[in-house]
């Protein structure tokens, strides 16, 4: 069974800050997902990553496959950026995404 | 269209109620999922339908029925629920199946309240 841990569980922030959240993980995988899921709402994809470094806007994703661990940053964070934000894989004989916990992010004007 | 949609955005219904969500999507995707999410929690795997057929049931209790009828549109009939059961339910689609590189796209949910 693959364990997903991400840190930190909350972070907040100031408008402007760069943020960074991390992802580990224990088992090989095909694929990391970054979600984010604002309060109440639905849950946006970010990136799919399965290698490398992904960039979109203001967001950059990067695993490293030998160490099992991603991060995701946010570069410039701004308050419309506060929303929980999950890591999740998928890999294997394993038709499951498995989640982590989430990361509550909170940026303040 | 990238988009998954879900009706209703929320819903409240009592024990004896018969209900039904709905999720469709436009994007050729051939898996839909059905996920479970209780507040603060990640969300739970329920169904999973692969190319119009129940591929995976998680044990989910028969009070919760999944139809899927064509291959854009995935139901959950719901029947004699528990206020237990009360969480946001969340579709998701993805062109394959889990397991594979195939990423994953969700709706906005349906707020489920039972009273």
């Known amino acids: 069974k693959n364990e997903v841990e991400q840190s930190p569980q909350n972070l907040t922030a100031q408008e402007g800050e760069f943020i960074t959240i991390n992802c580990s993980y224990s088992v090989g995988i095909s694929a990391l997902h970054w979600l984010q899921q604002h309060p109440g709402g639905g849950i946006v994809s970010l990136f799919m990553l399965s290698s490398g470094k992904k960039k979109h806007g203001r967001l950059i994703a990067t695993i490293n496959i030998q160490e099992k661990h991603s991060s995701l940053h946010i570069t410039a964070s701004h308050p419309r950026d506060s929303a929980v934000y999950i890591c999740?894989?998928?890999?294997?004989?394993?038709?499951?995404?498995?989640f982590g916990k989430g990361t509550l992010l909170t940026v303040n004007p | 269209d990238t988009e998954v949609t879900q009706t209703p955005k929320h819903l409240v219904m009592g024990m004896t109620n018969k209900k039904s969500l709905k999720c469709e999507q436009h994007?050729?995707?051939?898996?839909m999922y059905w996920y479970k999410q209780k507040a603060k929690k990640p969300p739970e795997l329920m169904f999973v339908y692969s190319y119009e057929k129940l591929s995976i049931n998680e044990s989910v209790p028969s009070r919760f029925s999944p139809e899927c009828p064509n291959s854009s549109l995935l139901n959950l009939h719901l029947h004699a629920l528990q206020p237990e059961d009360s969480a946001l339910y969340l579709c998701?689609?993805?062109?394959?199946?889990?397991?594979?590189?195939?990423?994953?796209?969700f709706g906005q949910g349906t707020r489920l309240t039972v009273v």
């Open positions: 994007m050729g995707h051939r898996a």
């Open positions: 999740a894989v998928s890999g294997g004989s394993n038709y499951k995404l498995t």
């Open positions: 998701a689609s993805s062109l394959r199946r889990p397991g594979t590189n195939t990423e994953a796209f």
